[in-house]
């Protein structure tokens, strides 16, 4: 079982990705925004993060920096409508393990996850 922060301004979104990874036995905790967010992540113990980029008050770039300076290995998947505004160069330099476009494919991002976080347990 994975425990999973999710985090998307839009409700549908996050209901969607929580549900579909409920279903698959994982638990998951939700938030709407980055400060939100941030100390949910300060009070639980996850196994990864996935995380929009475009979020209110503190954007998904930022969240992520603001979690990396809390646990440098945390693995963390963000995920955004809007890939084609970002430098590649700017999302490598945040040492996330992927950058995904919406809509995405929740089979595949289950197993995504999955593999990260089997990775993370074996190092």
Known sequence: MINLLIVDDERDIRDTLSDAFVAFGHQVTTAENGLEALEMFK?????????DVELPGMNGFELT?????????FPIVLITG????????????????????????ITELISIIKQIVSRKKND
């Open 82 to 105: 809007y890939a084609h505004l970002y430098r590649p160069q700017d999302v490598l330099s945040l040492d996330v393990e992927a950058f995904l476009r919406k809509p995405l494919n």
């Open 65 to 73: 920096a603001e979690i990396k300076n809390l646990e440098q290995n």
């Open 43 to 51: 009070n639980g113990d996850f196994d990864a993060a996935l995380i």
